[in-house]
């Protein structure tokens, strides 16, 4: 972009992680060229967005967002605000300085030149980094306001880079959390994917109790104690703890199995409620699934391919019980019996009375005659691993 004439900034989560001393996953470029002129630069890239124009251009198979210099547009533009202080479209052009103030924290508003390696800094945001602290550019209340995902990336920054964010920056959170019902649920599922299959999703589940974001974000959560904070339990707290190491290995994880493991616990408390009025067991998970699930999309969209899977492991769970016969058996050449079968293990965790259950079907898939269904779940590893096979897993143990 700067051979082609333009300004042009590594900016955002690239240049805090190179001062963090980080790999950046990906790099956000900021530049005076609009999108058409990024396009005629780099004509194989994508425009996108809408409420933010921005070009997708890759680069040696890194990819690279380019966005042109945000500015503020007076109050009058149009139907740019919602009525609740939501900006809706935010494409109005303006200089280096107005771009770094219309950023969320001032630790993401430093820009890099790519040839130099000077930052450039409007906002204090080079001190923060050093001192560990986190600050919304501006005045917080209107910001989170302006957009409550911010909201979100406060707790998801305090749990991922350990910052520490200012009263000024903390205190409203709590208060405004319930803003996160305006936002549409398809970004809100993005973001739950951010905050928890990023590797540090431990952390950022203890960063949303403390800022009482858990239940506006999964209203169907048992709220426990304080306002915002829900009851999660330890099958939870485990499954989280696995997705980080899983990450960290660079072993793939799935929104199925941790929708699977953050919305158990209704589900459970459900289908036991509808099992005291004489439910059978599967009917009553089949239903409790149901209403969990349509619940928690109200909030957060989960897009079908996952919550189909997540459904199928909860209802697998009482078939595990079922240890005698052929048709027991059965259960191993089922799709989803992986993943069924590692959040069983997370279960064994929590419950020790499920410890037998558990070493039985890690124990018959060791000795079973066709190779294990594919391994693209989450787990401990323990049952034996084969080579993931194409197509359907054999049948031969019918
Ligand atoms: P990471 O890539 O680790 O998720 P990031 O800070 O790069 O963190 P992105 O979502 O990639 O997050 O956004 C890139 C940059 O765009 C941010 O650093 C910030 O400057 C700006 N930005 C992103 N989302 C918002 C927002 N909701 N409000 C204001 N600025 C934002
Ligand atoms: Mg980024």
Redesign the pocket.
């Known amino acids: 972009m700067q051979e082609a004439g333009y300004e042009a900034y590594i900016?955002?989560?690239?240049v805090?992680?190179i001062l963090l001393g980080k790999i950046?996953?990906?790099f956000?470029v900021a530049t005076s060229a609009t999108p058409e002129q990024v396009k005629v630069v780099f004509p194989r890239c994508h425009l996108i967005g809408r409420r933010f124009r921005l070009a997708h251009v890759r680069l040696g198979g890194v990819l690279v967002?380019v966005?042109t210099f945000r500015g503020e547009a007076g109050p009058s533009v149009g139907d740019r605000v919602h009525a609740d202080g939501r900006i809706l479209r935010d494409n109005v052009f303006g200089s280096l300085a107005e771009d770094a103030r219309?950023?969320?924290?001032t630790i993401?508003?430093l820009f890099m030149d790519p040839v130099t390696g000077d930052i450039t800094d409007f906002v204090g945001g080079y001190r923060d980094l050093q001192e560990r602290r986190l600050r919304l550019i501006g005045d917080p209340v209107e910001r989170y306001r302006e957009?409550p995902?911010?909201l979100l990336?406060a707790a998801?920054?305090v749990a991922?880079l350990g910052v520490e964010p200012e009263p000024d920056t903390a205190t409203p959170i709590p208060e405004l959390a319930p803003l996160l019902a305006n936002i549409p649920p398809a970004r809100l599922f993005e973001e739950v994917c951010?905050l928890f299959l990023?590797g540090h999703a431990a952390r950022t589940l203890e960063a949303l109790q403390r800022f009482q974001l858990t239940v506006p974000l999964f209203p169907v959560l048992p709220q426990r104690g304080m306002q915002g904070r829900a009851h999660t339990g330890v099958v939870l707290r485990e499954a989280l703890l696995n997705t980080d190491r899983r990450v960290q290995a660079s072993q793939p994880v799935t929104p199925a199995f941790l929708f699977a493991a953050l919305l158990w616990q209704p589900v459970l408390e459900r289908a036991t409620a509808y099992q005291e009025q004489g439910e059978q067991e599967f009917a009553s998970l089949e239903r409790a699934a149901t209403e969990v699930l349509a619940l928690q999309t109200e909030r957060t969209a989960i897009p079908r391919r996952f919550s189909a899977v997540t459904r199928q492991i909860w209802v697998m769970q009482p078939r595990f019980n079922r240890t005698r016969g052929r048709r027991a058996m059965r259960l191993l050449s089922q799709p989803r019996f992986r993943a069924a079968y590692d959040f069983l293990l997370l279960r064994a965790i929590e419950d020790p009375s499920l410890q037998t259950t558990a070493e039985f079907w890690t124990e018959a898939q060791a000795s079973a005659p066709s190779p294990a269904p594919p391994a693209r779940s989450q787990g401990r590893g323990r049952g034996r691993r084969r080579r993931r096979s194409r197509g359907r897993p054999g049948r031969s143990a019918e």
């Open positions: 900016v955002g989560g690239s805090r992680d950046p996953k990906d956000d967002e966005a219309r950023r969320d924290f993401n508003a957009d995902v911010r990336r998801r920054f991922k951010k990023t």
